[in-house]
């Protein structure tokens, strides 16, 4: 079968699903703040305890005002990554106290992290989450969500490059956990989208991926409208077995990919 994805076009940088990059306020200059030192805290430069750079040296370093400053660390309170304390200053907060699923929070430590650590990371939580998403799925979801979830598979059949695939295929999973009926299900299927994003770019790599997955996402479709819990977690099941086998093939081609 001739591959659909035989000539990849441009794939979008990693500094592209960033908060602070992509959206118009990426320009502002607490931005840009933010997102220097909330990179520097996940890769390790800065570690648990360890207190923010003063505050002088940061509006020297910046050329930023004081209030603009504070804003930014304002932000990284909010994001869990560091604690204000008063004439301590801002200190570095423990890992397990990250708001993990917060879209920049994920975002660094995608960008931080050994490849091969993030995709077996996302790949556990994947094999906790999905197939009990899709079971409640079948039990809960209305003829509407199954609609809704039936489009975005089509939308995925008609795809021809990783560009198009993208949406319908993140729209596919989140119109599952959107479906359990269950909003907090829902807002975590909708915070790992973009850890998933990257998953389905990185297995795109290999040839056929897209019309062998085609097959497992219809099974999970099919299930689904059957109302069969079961068969929903068990086709789950079946499509992160070989989204794993996708994707440790991709990495060992040449041990990284290059997703930006």
């Known amino acids: 079968m001739k591959a659909l994805f035989t000539s990849l076009p441009p794939m979008r940088t990693r500094a592209d699903h960033s908060t602070y990059s992509a959206q118009p306020e990426g320009k502002s200059q607490h931005g840009r703040i933010v997102s220097e030192l909330g990179l520097a805290i996940v890769r390790g430069e800065l570690q648990p305890g360890d207190k923010l750079p003063p505050e002088a040296q940061l509006l020297e370093r910046y050329e930023i005002s004081r209030p603009v400053l504070r804003e930014a660390v304002r932000v990284l309170v909010a994001k869990g990554l560091v604690v204000s304390r008063q004439r301590a200053g801002a200190i570095v907060r423990p890992r397990n106290e990250w708001h993990m699923l917060d879209p920049d929070v994920l975002y660094w430590l995608i960008q931080a992290q050994p490849q091969r650590d993030f995709v077996q990371a996302l790949l556990e939580v994947r ?32 795809a021809r490059t990783t560009a198009e695939l993208l949406e319908p295929d993140l729209a596919f999973h989140r119109r599952i956990a959107e479906a359990t009926g269950n909003d907090l299900l829902a807002y975590i299927g909708n915070m790992l989208s973009l850890a998933l994003r990257e998953s389905i770019i990185l297995s795109s790599q290999l040839p056929n991926t897209h019309e062998l997955s085609l097959p497992r996402h219809k099974a999970i479709l099919t299930a689904l409208q059957a109302r069969d819990p079961l068969g929903a977690r068990q086709a789950t099941l079946v499509q992160l077995d070989e989204t794993e086998t996708d994707l440790s093939n991709v990495l060992a081609s040449d041990g990284r990919v290059n997703l930006a």
């Open 127 to 158: 094999q906790i989450f999905e197939p009990a998403a899709a079971a409640l799925a079948a039990r809960a979801a209305s003829d509407e969500q199954l609609a809704g979830i039936a489009t975005a598979y089509e939308g995925m059949a008609a």
